[in-house]
C-alpha cells in the first residue's frame, strides 16, 4: 500500500487525477523504505549464528512431553493417593 501510495503521485497525473501530493508520495515511499529497512534487520537478526533453528527445539519439547504424559499413566502404589481423612 505504501509503495501504491508514493507511486500514485507519479503515475495519476499521466491520467489527469491529482489525489496526493508529491510531498506525501514522498512520505508513503520514506515510510516504506524503513519497514523494509526493519524488516530485512529482523530477518538478519532471527538468522544470528548462536540461534538454535526452531524444529530441533520443537522435537525435544513434543519428547519430554510424551515422556511426561507416560510418566503419568504410571499405576500409583495402593493408597498412595488417597486422602487422610
Do not use: C, H, Q, T
Amino acid at each position: 500500500m505504501l509503495l501504491a501510495a508514493g507511486a500514485a503521485a507519479f503515475v495519476l497525473p499521466r491520467f489527469g487525477m491529482n489525489v496526493i501530493s508529491k510531498p506525501e508520495a514522498g512520505i508513503a515511499l520514506g515510510a516504506l523504505a524503513v519497514v523494509w529497512a526493519l524488516y530485512f534487520w529482523g530477518i538478519r537478526a532471527g538468522n544470528a549464528a548462536g540461534e538454535k533453528p526452531l524444529p530441533p527445539i520443537l522435537a525435544k519439547a513434543r519428547r519430554v512431553l510424551a515422556a511426561a504424559a507416560e510418566k503419568s499413566r504410571v499405576a500409583l502404589p495402593a493408597g498412595a493417593g488417597a486422602n487422610p481423612d
